[in-house]
């Protein structure tokens, strides 16, 4: 149990995914006194804009020598938004249900190639009622209710999927495991043992938790060198990563291209238009 308890606490998506184990103690209902406000004069009510949240500062590395740069900034809403359990949970499910391929059939007696002839009279055999020799209860016979083709995927409202792909960024931000590198992150051969060093000289490596790097296009020798070095961490590009890779691994380096790209294709919840007012 304690194994298991370590292990646990160890993986940073359980860890994300967990909820707290927690007590909250319940309020009690008051009854508001009456008021007279509820037509209040014109003017009365002035809309204050609550506190704006200041912009998140980054670094931009070079890679693979980690040389600071220069700094940049993003928006909290982007990069700083609080923990969401529930948002995650339901995103990486979304993503594992559109996975599922759904092809597996089997035959039901009809389906089944034979005859259709009784294989012995209902009476007088003394021995159980049987039909044809595609019944389920025969070797050879078709499978009572047995999977059929179908689909497995479930919906969720775009809006909340690209709300879970900033709180995953944001997580990583906040605990210090997203690093923002300059674009066009690549090595100069394609020779596992080149990246096991730069993943052992940033502690990137097994021993650290493993990493994922999300690069804008695929990096012929960095892909090559990293696939050979599975154990280390994996490379994927901006197009095949999703909010499950976010949490999986122990941290992500990402281009600075790719970590645009991610925010601007999943920002469909921050791009609100004011209604416009009723016609008289």
Request: with cysteine; charged share 25%; proline share 7%.
């Amino acid at each position: 149990m304690g194994r298991f308890n370590s292990y646990f606490m160890k993986d940073p998506l359980m860890q994300c995914l967990t909820p707290r184990l927690t007590t909250r103690s319940m309020a009690t209902l008051t009854s508001l006194p009456p008021s007279n406000l509820l037509h209040p004069a014109p003017g009365l009510f002035v809309h204050a804009q609550g506190p704006v949240a200041p912009d998140v500062l980054t670094t931009i590395y070079r890679f693979p020598s980690m040389e600071p740069l220069y700094f940049t900034q993003y928006p909290s809403n982007h990069l700083h938004l609080p923990l969401r359990r529930d948002i995650l949970h339901r995103a990486v499910i979304f993503e594992g249900d559109a996975t599922r391929q759904g092809t597996a059939s089997t035959k039901w007696r009809s389906d089944v190639h034979g005859s259709g002839r009784k294989i012995r009279p209902q009476k007088g055999g003394g021995r159980a009622r049987l039909g044809d020799k595609k019944s389920p209860m025969l070797r050879g016979g078709g499978v009572a209710f047995g999977p059929h083709p179908r689909d497995f995927s479930t919906k969720l409202p775009r809006k909340i999927y690209d709300l879970a792909w900033r709180t995953a960024l944001s997580y990583r931000y906040r605990r210090g495991e997203l690093i923002i590198v300059a674009d066009g992150a690549e090595i100069d051969m394609e020779e596992p043992r080149w990246i096991k060093k730069i993943m052992e000289r940033n502690g990137w490596g097994n021993a650290d938790g493993r990493s994922l790097i999300v690069t804008a296009t695929k990096r012929p020798n960095l892909f090559q060198a990293i696939a050979g070095a599975g154990e280390d961490g994996r490379a994927k590009t901006e197009a095949d990563v999703d909010v499950k890779d976010l949490l999986e691994l122990g941290r992500i380096v990402i281009e600075k291209g790719a970590l645009d790209g991610i925010l601007k294709d999943h920002a469909s919840d921050l791009n609100r238009t004011v209604p416009t007012a009723v016609r008289q």
